[in-house]
Structure formats: C-alpha cells, structure tokens
C-alpha cells in the first residue's frame, strides 16, 4: 500500500512540475488578438480550464464563450449562427468515427474559423488524418491551461512579429514610501547593466518626480499619448521621449494642475501595448490610488512590484493589494515586496519578519533608511549609483534590476541588502 501511495504521490509532483514549468513559458508569450472563442466541454475539467484560460490577462481581448457539450451540440448552435474565429471541440467520439462526427459541424463552418479537438485517444494517425482535413490541432485529455494557451498563440500570434518586450509597474502601498525613487533607480539600472534600451513612462500626471530625478524638462510626454490614442505609433512615442541616458529613455509626466486627470479604465493600454513594442523593458512608475485604470494597469504588465514601509497602514494597504492582484492576475507570480525606509530613527516599526509573515511572502529587498543619500540624490538629480556606485543601497539596486528583469532569483532578502542569491539566468 505504501508504494502504491508513493507513486501517486510522485506522479502528482511530477504533473505539477510539468505544469509549472509550462506555466513557466507563458511569461513570454505575446497576448491573444481581439478574437472569437466558443469552447464545447463535455467535462468539468475542461470547462474549468476555460474558465481559468478566460481569467488570464493574455486573454483580455478574447471574447471567450464556454458551452456544455460537444460537437453535436456545436453543429446545431452555428446551423443558424455565424461560427466564431476559433472552435474549441471536447469529444469522447472513438477514432474510427471521429471525422464522420464532425462532418455536420464542417457543412455550417465558415471557412476562416480555426477549430481544435480535444479527444481521449492517442492517436498519431488520427491526428495527421484531422490536420489533413482542416482541423488545426488535435489534443490529447488530460490538457491544461498552458496546453490551451500554447495551441491558440500558435494559431494566432505571427511567430515573426517583433517580440514584447517585458513590463514592469512599481507601486507604493502608501504615499510616501518611496516607490518611485525605487522604480526611478531600477529603469536606471537595467538600462546601465545589460546595455537595454529601457522607457520609464511616469504615470502620476498630476504630481510624477521622474523628470526632477533625472534633471530634465521636458515640454511634452506621457499626457500627449494618453490624450491623443489615435496618433499613437512608435514613431510618434519617439518624438515624446526625453533621452536620461545612453540607453534610458523617460515618457514624463506634465506634474501640472491646469486640468483634472480623470481616465477610463482601458486609457493607458494604448501606450502600453506601444510601449512593449518599442523597448525590450518598460518601467511603470504607478501613483499611488486604486482606480479602473490603475487596476488596468496592474493586470495587465509582466511583473507588478509593491514598496511599502515597516508600519501599520502599509501592512494593511499591502495585505489588501496583495490579495486583489492575486485575484486580477490569477495566473502570475504573487507581485514582489520590497520594504523601504527601515530603521528611520525614533519611529516605531513593525520587524521586517512579523510585516511578511501575514503577507506571506518575503522581501525582494530590504533598503535602510539613509536621508542623506537619497536626499543629495534626489537634489542633484541623479541616481543612487551614481552619487555613491559603492553603497550598499546602490549593489540593493543593482540585484533588484536583475530580480525584476528575471535574470536572478533570490530566495531571502536582509537588511543590508540583498542575500540568498540562487542562479543566474
């Protein structure tokens, strides 16, 4: 008994690995097209599976519909409906009188709809057979969401489009953390270390810093985009950045008050998606508030990191975010943490341990509080690296561009930095 246990145990390790790692390779791909989705499950399995593919943020502009049933089901409902871009067929049919099946739901087929099977028998004959009569993936059950992913980008996504390039949004769980400093000091860092063309786009019109911490005056940025989507191409991104350095570009905020900063939800996602076509790394400085667009923001960019200090209302204000991107993003990484400002003097804090046990989740990075430092910096106009490249806080931000790019991995930060290095990618 106890070896039929370990096998079971071993094979449910071993599906889980397989299926993290294939979760693994979604990172990179590029999000769906705005297209048509009908999906036939005959399982509960599979309709779950839907569900979770309809919560991904790959597929925000898929309009996925989910049917009990199979292909008989499928025939009837398009024998006086117009078939979607793409069918997804569950069938339990044999082999031998698959494509006979079939033939009644090929008869109402418009020719450009794309249809996958996903069957019970492993069969390569019967795969070559269907793919030779228009069928443009076969699958084998038990298949999961990265199985259903990978099949719709392979019909969708032109593999010999420009690959995007990799998002990151930083946002403070309270004003005043710091959390733009901190994203101003990574955008910096990644551009300098790996020699990558990186945008920071400062999205906080009203009150961004990032062109008073790199010393430029920009007369037009983010606003001109956000207000003019129609207008908006690489071409015209380029005559809206600011150039900070060889290879750190800044799409600026106008920090003015001569109007209301009111946006729909989807406002900024034209210059997102224009963004990730026109450097292999964006950074986000995201204000602190919780609106439509900053949740449109926040689910939709590879990686979102929180900053938050050692107290009260920022465990709080983290727990919250935390558990509402876990919901929003349900099938990415929990965001990073990093803690900033600890240890300022004569201010009561909670220990970095008892902060993340209630997360539970540890910190990226751990960064002391050092006014001096950052406050020369800031005046001047200059990034931490640069006033003092052999600080502790500068090699701090140096992991942290090679965390948030996905070239490191840590598994533990402390106080003094970063610590716990696993692998370099």
Partial sequence: ??????????????????????????????????????????SEELQRVMERCGNDRRMSKVGLRITSGGIAAAANMFASAPT???IILETKTSSSSLLSELAPLASVCDPSTKVVVIGYYNDIALYRELVRNGISEYMV????????????????????SEPLGRSIAFIGAKGGVGSSTIAHNCAFGISRLFSTETILADLDLPYGTANIDFDQDPTQGIAEAVYAPERLDEVFLDRLLTKCSEHLSLLAAPSLLDRAYDFEGQAFQPVLDVLQRS????????????????????????EVVICASPDLANLRNTKNMMDALRKIRPNDK??????????MPKRPEISPSDFCEPLESEPIAIIPFDSNLFGTAANSGRMISEMDPKSPTA?????????????????KAKKSGLLGLLKRK
């Fill in 1 to 42: 008994m106890g070896t039929v246990e370990y096998d079971i145990k071993n094979t449910t390790e071993l599906r889980h690995a397989e299926e993290a790692m294939r979760m693994a390779e979604l990172e990179n791909m590029r999000p769906l097209p705005r297209i048509s989705v009908h999906a036939f499950c005959e």
């Fill in 84 to 86: 979607p871009n793409l």
């Fill in 279 to 302: 450097a292999p790394v964006t950074v986000l400085d995201v204000p602190h508030a919780w609106s439509e667009w900053t949740r449109s923001v926040l689910s939709s960019v590879d």
């Fill in 395 to 411: 090699e701090t931000f140096s992991q942290l561009s090679h965390i948030v790019t996905g070239r490191i991995a840590v598994k």
């Fill in 141 to 160: 059950q038990p298949v999961a969401m990265p199985d259903i992913m990978g099949a719709m980008a392979t019909i969708f996504v032109d593999p010999d």
């Fill in 334 to 343: 929990t965001p990073h943490l990093i803690l900033n400002q600890v240890g």
